[in-house]
């Protein structure tokens, strides 16, 4: 029997890993005494470790080391720290600015603060546009998800309740409130709706604030609508003065007129402002950022608004009367060049473009060519009388017929042959008689159609007004060399050249004038927000003919409408000494350019002695009674006169006419 050393002596037991399992003890180990006292016990296997597998044949069962699998799951975890901390790091560290202008961008909303649009006033600064409070409703389409209604249909509840109010439809509110963008934070629903409008959205959306507190099973669908302070543009006159003043579209930007020409000017400079929001109100405890719109100036126009109402209703009455196309009129004063009213019919409101129609929303007084017929033949004779080749008593002979190039020229009417002084031949309006005195202003014809054209050029044809209003036209008036066979001798009547009624306006004007062209204007000037009155430009002025020539070319325009054979008669005004031409020229129709039709005019001034006031009409392809210039707008150009001599308390001279000869005998 073995000895057992002394446990006493004995290092603490190790903990011995497991080996490969012993094989069964053999028939001769069971019978082998158990150990004395003192000596080791036999180690037993556990009751809860299972059994050890038996080894397969020929080699021996080992259990793996557990070293591997800690190390590769230490592995892991420093991988999923690093990660994490390199994440922490870019998140505090590299991307900190764009995260938290992320945040900012959520957190903060802002929008634009419109300028208050500026007025337009007429010459005594009564209001023709004026600007109204107004709101723009909006919408967050990301208050109008799942997500914050917690419901499936918000933008559909939301448009039911707010298409009726807004008079928009259903399914492009729904559209808006759910963008393809789903984070797009901004959706115009309806622009420059009226106070009214808001208030009626803002009560409905409190009632359902109110509800959603009291029932949280209930979503406030309404939200996320929100309200932008704008104006609104107002026209309190209608349709007066449409087509000088024009309109402003639904981007708030001048759409055609004054609107348009000035409209840096009247529309002032938007301001922005930034605040804090939480479901679409204002955090009144977080400061907010604002810079302050800039209002625009205001316009005041030399138009004067009764004189404009006069010529209106009077234009209006004749087309009507006439069931012609359209007409114009224009009145301006002689002294200063200022338009005192430049009327068109038919015309539009500019506070409900949806029923204007598209033809009448310019302003045909200035974008409209044609020829004008006789009124051209005052500059014909500016050019006679100036250039001292025939004097208002020279004798003309005038034929039934005229035979020049290769066409043969009448008169408006078949007449035996008349023996008419210069001033007859204007008074009759004779085209042959114009033909001949013009024929003398050069040696061949050649250089007459060369002093015609340098006259009809000062007079202001072929080039624009000065104006500069937005679709304005110079007309049409070639360079002689390009006058064909038959222009040599129909531009001296004024057929073969095109003009505009401003145009014609401002020749007449010239020579009540005194010989001095004064280019028109529709501004007096502008005042700024600061309130201080800046006057517009002093126009420019071009001396055309002597003063002498014009008085005489006075003269002779009374007789057109005094003398009983003047074509002007119905043009007279008890007590007033006028001055003043019809014309009748054919008309090229714009749809076919060919002729159809007539242009029918009347321009003249008063008092023809000591002109003050100047008024041009013409109407367009009259088609129903009679035509004739002095007939049709002999009367409208009465009419407009005496209301415009009236409201400038213009008195009359009390001087006699001229009463120069028409006619002499051979």
Same mark, same amino acid.
Do not use: C
């Given at each position: 029997m073995t000895e057992?050393?002394?446990?006493?002596?004995?290092?603490?037991?190790?903990?011995?890993?497991?080996?490969?399992?012993?094989?069964?003890?053999?028939?001769?180990?069971?019978?082998?005494?158990?150990?004395?006292?003192?000596?080791?016990?036999?180690?037993?296997?556990?009751?809860?470790?299972?059994?050890?597998?038996?080894? +397969?044949?020929? %080699?021996? #069962? !080992?259990?793996?080391?557990?070293?591997? $699998?800690?190390? *590769?799951?230490?592995?892991?975890? /420093?991988?999923?720290?690093?990660?994490?901390?390199?994440?922490?790091?870019?998140?505090?560290?590299?991307?900190?600015?764009?995260?938290?202008?992320?945040?900012?961008?959520?957190?903060?909303?802002?929008?634009?603060?419109?300028?208050?649009?500026?007025?337009?006033?007429?010459?005594?600064?009564?209001?023709?546009?004026?600007?109204?409070?107004?709101?723009?409703?909006?919408?967050?389409?990301?208050?109008?998800?799942?997500?914050?209604?917690?419901?499936?249909?918000?933008?559909?509840?939301?448009?039911?309740?707010?298409?009726?109010?807004?008079?928009?439809?259903?399914? +492009?509110?729904? %559209?808006? #409130? !759910?963008?393809?963008?789903?984070?797009? $934070?901004?959706? *115009?629903?309806?622009?420059?709706? /009226?106070?009214?409008?808001?208030?009626?959205?803002?009560?409905?959306?409190?009632?359902?604030?109110?509800?959603?507190?009291?029932?949280?099973?209930?979503?406030?669908?309404?939200?996320?609508?929100?309200?932008?302070?704008?104006?609104?543009?107002?026209?309190?006159?209608?349709?007066?003065?449409?087509?000088?003043?024009?309109?402003?579209?639904?981007?708030?930007?001048?759409?055609?007129?004054?609107?348009?020409?000035?409209?840096?000017?009247?529309?002032?400079?938007?301001?922005?402002?930034?605040?804090?929001?939480?479901?679409?109100?204002?955090?009144?405890?977080?400061?907010?950022?604002?810079?302050?719109?800039?209002?625009?100036?205001?316009?005041?126009?030399?138009i004067d608004r009764d004189i404009q109402w006069a010529a209106q209703q009077a234009i209006t009455d004749q087309v009507k009367e006439s069931k012609a196309d359209r007409g114009y009129v224009i009145v301006q004063d002689t002294q200063t060049g200022q338009v005192l009213a430049m009327a068109n019919s038919p015309g539009f409101d500019p506070n409900d473009l949806s029923r204007a129609s598209s033809v009448n929303m310019g302003n045909a007084a200035l974008q409209d060519a044609y020829e004008p017929g006789s009124t051209a033949k005052i500059m014909s004779m500016a050019a006679v009388l100036e250039k001292g080749v025939a004097t208002p008593e020279t004798h003309v002979i005038v034929p039934n017929r005229l035979h020049r190039g290769d066409r043969l020229f009448k008169d408006d009417i078949d007449h035996p042959t008349w023996y008419l002084t210069l001033n007859g031949v204007l008074a009759k309006s004779s085209n042959i008689g114009t033909i001949l005195a013009t024929g003398q202003l050069g040696k061949t014809q050649a250089q007459a159609n060369q002093v015609l054209y340098s006259y009809l050029r000062k007079f202001g044809l072929g080039s624009y007004t000065g104006l500069d209003f937005p679709g304005e036209t110079p007309g049409i008036l070639a360079k002689p060399a390009d006058w064909s066979t038959s222009q040599q001798f129909t531009i001296p009547f004024g057929q073969g050249v095109s003009l505009n009624a401003m145009q014609a306006a401002s020749v007449y004007s010239t020579i009540a004038n005194g010989g001095v062209r004064i280019e028109p204007t529709l501004v007096r000037g502008t005042k700024g927000p600061d309130g201080r009155f800046t006057p517009a430009a002093t126009p420019g002025k071009t001396r055309v003919v002597s003063a002498a020539t014009a008085r005489t070319l006075a003269r002779m325009l009374e007789s057109v409408v005094d003398d009983e054979e003047g074509t002007g008669t119905k043009a007279r005004i008890p007590g007033y000494r006028v001055a003043g031409k019809t014309g009748t020229a054919n008309r090229v129709d714009p749809a076919t350019g060919q002729y159809k039709g007539y242009t029918s005019s009347f321009a003249g001034f008063a008092p023809a002695d000591k002109p003050r006031v100047t008024v041009y009409c013409a109407i367009q392809n009259a088609t129903k009674g009679n035509y004739f210039g002095g007939q049709i707008c002999g009367p409208v150009f009465k009419k407009v006169m005496e209301f415009a001599l009236k409201t400038l308390q213009v008195p009359p001279t009390g001087a006699k006419a001229a009463n120069l000869p028409v006619n002499y005998t051979p």
């Open positions: 057992v050393p002394d446990q006493s002596d004995r290092q603490p037991p190790r903990r011995r890993v497991p080996g490969p399992a012993r094989p069964e003890r053999s028939a001769r180990s069971v019978g082998r005494p158990r150990p004395g006292p003192g000596a080791r016990p036999a180690r037993r296997p556990s009751a809860a470790r299972p059994a050890a597998p038996r080894p +397969t044949a020929g %080699k021996p #069962l !080992r259990l793996g080391s557990p070293r591997p $699998r800690l190390r *590769l799951v230490g592995l892991a975890l /420093t991988l999923v720290m690093v990660a994490f901390v390199v994440r922490l790091l870019q998140v505090q560290a590299v991307d900190a600015s764009t995260y938290a202008a992320k945040a900012e961008q959520n957190r903060y909303v802002g929008y634009t603060l419109a300028a208050e649009r500026g007025g337009i006033t007429d010459r005594d600064g009564v209001a023709l546009a004026t600007s109204e409070d107004a709101y723009d409703i909006t919408a967050d389409p990301t208050l109008f998800t799942r997500k914050q209604l917690k419901i499936d249909d918000g933008p559909e509840q939301a448009a039911a309740l707010l298409a009726p109010i807004l008079g928009r439809d259903q399914e +492009t509110i729904v %559209k808006k #409130l !759910r963008p393809k963008d789903k984070k797009l $934070r901004y959706a *115009l629903l309806a622009n420059r709706q /009226t106070p009214q409008v808001w208030k009626q959205i803002k009560d409905l959306k409190s009632a359902l604030a109110t509800k959603a507190e009291s029932d949280p099973s209930t979503a406030n669908v309404l939200a996320g609508v929100l309200s932008v302070p704008t104006t609104k543009r107002v026209y309190p006159n209608g349709d007066l003065a449409a087509g000088i003043l024009g309109w402003v579209n639904a981007d708030g930007k001048g759409g055609g007129g004054i609107e348009q020409q000035l409209n840096t000017l009247l529309a002032g400079k938007d301001g922005k402002i930034r605040y804090a929001q939480s479901g679409g109100r204002q955090v009144p405890t977080v400061g907010s950022t604002e810079t302050p719109a800039v209002p625009g100036s205001d316009v005041e126009l030399t």
